[in-house]
């Protein structure tokens, strides 16, 4: 197999994750079978576009309440629905997107059908969220013309952490502290690029103080009040610099991963669905999302490029304790990094302790 060969499949997982974007028809192949789909959200028409079925993630499912049907009744898999009519890209965007669901009470009936090629239906639901599109696509769609193909192998191969590496690295003093280093990480065919900041001097002898921190453009830079992202970023590389001068250090893992891996479009979707009433998990499965779809071995991958070998971890989430250590990571500590609430967070707090486990 030449290198070439290696890096086909990668290459042709982001190729349909940019026709995603663009709204291209794709094909993807499993061992059980294959789907071809159109995304209901960016479907470019072409004339009077149809489908026959619908493919929907289970959350979705749930909200239209398809789940007690025999045939989308197994949890997490993805709702494979026929209508009396075909289905049409307006109407697939009304059933995609929940703020729709007042406007259009009496849609359907929908009846669920037998879903045969699972795996590709599962790597469908992925492949949107890697493209930050609402997970809803035309099954079978009439016209279908120049589909991008892919397999749920060449998903794998692209989502696979160990061809992350090391692009660039440059001493970057900051307001915390003076003495850090920024590393950059980029894997091939991925526009998301990693980063990890140490702060003070990475030494053998010391177990770092360390934070994983998704990217969240709202609060680390907008100063939204609305979560505790921003304030938690500024505490953590605060403690890290106390680190430092007592002569340990510290390392920031901020990941490309706006939303909890759901993407900016999502997460301010899920935003309009709490102003709603919906709190932070109902908002994303009426979504048709996951509550939590971050990468974690990503992170371990970081880690191990930058010789750290067991971190003490900044988290309120035992979860993610429980997750890093599943992807080898040695944590050797829990460290508490609790923050005030304020009015406009509150609800998201209590959020986190009541349904996701956060210790607050």
Wanted: hydrophobic residues 45%.
């Amino acid at each position: 197999m030449t290198e070439n060969d290696i890096g086909r499949g990668p290459r042709r997982a982001a190729q349909v994750i940019d026709a995603l974007r663009h709204g291209w028809p794709i094909r993807i192949s499993g061992s059980d079978g294959a789907l071809t789909l159109l995304c209901a959200e960016t479907g470019y028409e072409s004339g009077q576009t149809t489908a026959p079925r619908l493919l929907l993630s289970a959350a979705r499912a749930v909200t239209l309440k398809l789940a007690n049907q025999r045939d989308a009744a197994v949890p997490d898999a993805p709702a494979l629905i026929r209508a009396a009519e075909p289905f049409t890209l307006p109407l697939a965007r009304g059933l995609a997107d929940p703020s729709q669901d007042l406007l259009h009470p009496l849609a359907g009936p929908f009846r669920a059908q037998p879903l045969e090629a699972n795996e590709a239906a599962q790597a469908a639901m992925t492949l949107a969220r890697l493209a930050g599109v609402l997970p809803c696509f035309l099954v079978d769609p009439d016209p279908a013309e120049n589909v991008v193909d892919c397999d749920v192998a060449d998903l794998a191969a692209f989502q696979d952490p160990h061809r992350l590496t090391v692009q660039a690295r440059a001493h970057l003093p900051t307001a915390a502290a003076e003495a850090c280093e920024i590393v950059a990480f980029r894997a091939p065919d991925d526009l998301r690029e990693h980063v990890a900041l140490i702060v003070g001097e990475q030494r053998s002898e010391a177990t770092p103080l360390v934070r994983l921190h998704s990217e969240c453009l709202t609060g680390d830079v907008l100063t939204s009040l609305k979560c505790d992202c921003g304030p938690q970023l500024d505490a953590a590389l605060a403690a890290m610099a106390e680190e430092a001068d007592k002569g340990g250090y510290g390392v920031l893992l901020y990941l490309r991963q706006e939303g909890r891996g759901i993407g900016l479009i999502n997460k301010l979707r899920a935003y309009r669905l709490q102003d709603q009433g919906y709190d932070t998990v109902d908002a994303n499965n009426r979504l048709g999302l996951p509550t939590e779809a971050r990468d974690f071995p990503v992170a371990a991958r970081m880690l191990s490029l930058l010789g750290v070998p067991a971190i003490r971890l900044m988290t309120n989430n035992p979860e993610k304790v429980a997750a890093l250590q599943a992807v080898g990571v040695n944590v050797i500590e829990r460290v508490p990094h609790q923050l005030p609430a304020n009015p406009h967070n509150a609800r998201y707090l209590d959020t986190k302790r009541d349904r996701t486990g956060h210790l607050l």
